[in-house]
């Protein structure tokens, strides 16, 4: 946000009341840490329970064991490197998490 707050996925929150504006019915106002302001949450977005694919949590280590790859913008995994869960894969894959590997510019779909 250009207030400098932001989302993290698998972030705990504090339920502030109901949404307002686009969200207001189908949603929550929500406090998040180190947040300056409460942000309107869509119900679908919320859970009590942080679920990513295969049972893995943000933050937690894990090393590729894939087939090595080299994204467009440079960003790569190779077998056996080590890296960090994310979040859910950004482009929606149910099956995948976003994960992140020392010397990438960004998150990779893994």
């Known amino acids: ?55 893995f949590r943000v933050g937690e280590e894990l090393y590729f064991i894939g087939g090595g790859f080299v994204e467009e913008q440079g960003d790569k995994a190779v077998f056996g490197c080590r890296g960090s869960v994310t979040g859910p894969a950004r482009n929606g894959d149910a099956d995948a998490v976003s994960m992140s590997f020392s010397g990438n510019r960004g998150d990779v779909h893994c």
């Open 1 to 55: 946000f250009k207030s400098g707050d932001k989302l993290v996925h698998g972030q705990s929150g504090e339920i502030i009341g109901p949404a307002t504006g686009a969200h207001q019915g189908n949603g929550l106002k929500m406090q998040f840490p180190g947040n300056t302001s409460w942000v309107d949450c869509e119900l679908a977005r919320l859970s009590h329970e942080l679920s990513l694919a295969g049972g």
